[in-house]
T-cell receptor, first 112, second 115 residues
Framework: NAGVTQTPKFQVLKTGQSMTLQCAQD?????MSWYRQDPGMGLRLIHY???????DQGEVPNGYNVSRSTTEDFPLRLLSAAPSQTSVYFC???????????FGSGTRLTVV | KQEVTQIPAALSVPEGENLVLNCSFT??????LQWFRQDPGKGLTSLLL?????REQTSGRLNASLDKSSGRSTLYIAASQPGDSATYLC??????????????FGEGTQLTVNP
């Protein structure tokens, strides 16, 4: 099925560990974004990309890295996990501003 | 900084009732506004998108309106059904953000439709 695929769905990390959240889309969308969702804070933008090789910071980028080597993939890297990064992470893709977003089903991350 | 507020935070209605969800934003310089639905443990589904030059959009039993100058949008759900139970979020894209990549979200309204 066409859409945005996120892996893994659940992950538990120890403080200080690193990991990569995977995101892939098969709709040939230029624009991709990472959001985190926390109770009482809503969804907040972490990083986004407007095309292969082009990324930029969102509202809460600290502690995260991204790269966009292909149109399809937009991985999010946690460099040294902290308990404050416990959250649900969503990847989204978009054809352009006049179109609706397609979101992945999310990755629930717990840092202990 | 743009802030998006949704009222009420939670709403419980009997099946068949018509209802209105509210969204307000502090900066009227928006490119568009979108309404999403989120089911528990799932991702977001795009429901309606209203461009800044539009007043409303309709899809089935859903109607979204936009009053850009007053910083308000409403989502009207007609003849609600238990399957409409979900969290509804609104989000805005700032004016000039032609890529649409920088959404600012409200915290959502959790809707429960009772049979």
């Amino acid at each position: 099925n066409a859409g945005v695929t996120q892996t893994p769905k659940f992950q538990v990390l120890k403080t200080g560990q690193s990991m990569t959240l995977q995101c892939a889309q098969d709709m040939n969308h230029e624009y991709m974004s990472w959001y985190r969702q926390d109770p009482g804070m809503g969804l907040r933008l972490i990083h986004y990309s407007v095309g292969a090789g082009i990324t930029d910071q969102g509202e809460v980028p600290n502690g995260y890295n991204v790269s966009r080597s292909t149109t399809e993939d937009f991985p999010l890297r946690l460099l040294s996990a902290a308990p404050s990064q416990t959250s649900v992470y969503f990847c989204a893709s978009l054809r352009g501003a006049g179109y609706g977003y397609t979101f992945g089903s999310g990755t629930r991350l717990t840092v202990v | 900084k743009q802030e998006v507020t949704q009222i009420p935070a939670a709403l419980s209605v009997p099946e068949g009732e018509n209802l209105v969800l509210n969204c307000s934003f502090t900066d009227s310089a928006i490119y568009n506004l979108q309404w999403f639905r989120q089911d528990p443990g799932k991702g977001l589904t795009s429901l309606l998108l209203i461009q800044s030059s539009q007043r409303e959009q309709t899809s089935g039993r859903l109607n979204a309106s936009l009053d850009k100058s007053s910083g308000r949008s409403t989502l009207y759900i007609a003849a609600s059904q238990p399957g409409d139970s979900a969290t509804y979020l609104c989000a805005v894209i700032p004016e000039g953000e032609t890529s649409g990549s920088r959404l600012t979200f409200g915290e959502g309204t959790q809707l429960t439709v009772n049979p």
